[in-house]
């Protein structure tokens, strides 16, 4: 079992900036791949960002790409995700999953283990 908690969610004007943190617990961390996905109202739960258990491997939504960055920290168990450039069609609740390959995937079904969610709240 891998136990996941986000923090970093608020409330951010347009042009700000968040950094997002997801602190894992359980498993060895660096076994998985980690991914941000985020979940608006009325809308599918998307993959934004997705980096692979060494960090050679990255993905990211064309939405988000030149703004957000997916980091990982083996030594602290942490995944972050630095999102800037924030604009309102970033609002959502974003989670941080969790799944046990040796590559990366934007595929929600892909991933084993999930946080609870924080919620991204992006004014204009």
């Known amino acids: 079992q891998v136990q996941l908690v986000e923090s970093g969610g608020g409330l951010v004007q347009a042009g700000g900036s968040l950094r997002l943190s997801c602190a894992a617990s359980?498993?060895?961390?660096?076994?998985?791949?980690m991914g941000w996905f985020r979940q608006a109202p009325g809308k599918e739960r998307e993959c934004v960002a997705a980096?692979?258990?060494?960090?050679?491997?990255?993905y990211y939504a064309d939405s988000v790409k030149g703004r957000f960055t997916i980091s990982r920290d083996n030594v602290k168990n942490t995944a972050y995700l630095q999102m800037n450039s924030l604009k309102p069609e970033d609002t959502g609740v974003y989670y941080c999953?969790?799944?046990?390959?040796?590559?990366?995937?934007?595929?929600?079904?892909?991933?084993?283990?999930w946080g609870q969610g924080t919620q991204v709240t992006v004014s204009s």
């Open positions: 980096i692979s258990w060494s960090g050679g491997s990255i």
């Open positions: 359980g498993r060895t961390f660096i076994r998985y791949a």
């Open positions: 999953a969790a799944g046990q390959y040796s590559g990366i995937s934007y595929g929600a079904s892909t991933y084993d283990y």
